[in-house]
């Protein structure tokens, strides 16, 4: 069964330093989301793709966080700096298409700690 | 301000009886729901859904329902299973945007 794919799983780095984040979404899937999800907390949408465009990001921190989808299929989400408030899980998901009743499937995500 | 929320951070129940997890919201321009499982070191996985043109959904043991009035869902599971054991995620959106808004989840842990 095709998965989304995320790399690294984990991310250790002090604060002020530069992380960045990969994801691979199903294959054919033209919608692409990255969520932060802060421990005890339910995921938070930060920026949402159809194909190569940004749809939505207005909850992206954009004085820090940058996104991209070059190509229209993996997409990498970077923080420059990072701040101690960023330690979350960085979730991927990718669906279908740009319809609330596409289901969206996500990846195993990505834990960063700041330090 | 949180316009989902889970005010059950945790739930333990016996294997074989009913789990009831709860979900309010505020929103009232939210008219669609889901429902996501997670288990630990994965990401979420998507369970079930229901509009706000129904008042209940159902696929195989688990069963949504809708209150509008009250703004509130429920997601049942009977039976329980121990692989059922995971945290709950609600999560709705409105017709005007794509936008999910998810819950803070609730830990579900099936006793055998």
């Known amino acids: 069964e095709a998965e989304v794919a995320q790399s690294p799983r984990y991310k250790i780095t002090e604060k002020s330093q530069a992380v960045a984040f990969w994801c691979d979404p199903i294959?054919?899937?033209?919608?692409l989301y990255w969520y932060r999800q802060i421990l005890g907390q339910g995921p938070e949408l930060l920026v949402q793709?159809?194909?190569?465009?940004?749809?939505?990001d207005s909850q992206l921190p954009k004085d820090r966080f940058s996104a991209e989808r070059l190509k229209g299929v993996d997409s990498t989400l970077k923080i420059q700096p990072a701040e101690l408030g960023d330690s979350a899980m960085y979730l991927c998901?990718?669906?279908?298409?740009?319809?609330?009743?596409?289901?969206?499937?996500f990846g195993p995500g990505t834990r960063l700690l700041v330090l | 301000d949180q316009q989902v929320k889970q005010n059950s951070p945790s739930l333990s129940v016996q294997e074989g009886r009913i789990s009831i997890l709860n979900c309010d919201y505020t929103?009232?321009?939210?008219?669609?729901f889901l429902w996501y499982k997670k288990y630990p070191a994965e990401g979420p996985t998507f369970l079930i859904s229901?509009?706000?043109?129904?008042d209940k959904n159902e696929d195989g043991r688990f069963t949504v329902f809708l209150n509008k009035s009250a703004k509130h869902l429920s997601l049942h599971i009977v039976p329980s299973q121990p692989g059922d054991s995971a945290v709950y995620f609600c999560?709705?959106?409105?017709?005007?945007?794509?936008?999910?808004?998810f819950g803070t989840g609730t830990s579900l842990t099936v006793i055998p």
């Open positions: 998901a990718s669906s279908l298409a740009l319809r609330r009743a596409e289901t969206q499937y």
């Open positions: 294959s054919g899937h033209a919608t």
């Open positions: 793709f159809q194909d190569e465009s940004v749809v939505d």
């Open positions: 929103n009232s321009m939210f008219d669609y």
């Open positions: 229901i509009s706000s043109i129904k």
């Open positions: 999560a709705a959106s409105a017709l005007s945007g794509n936008q999910f808004y």
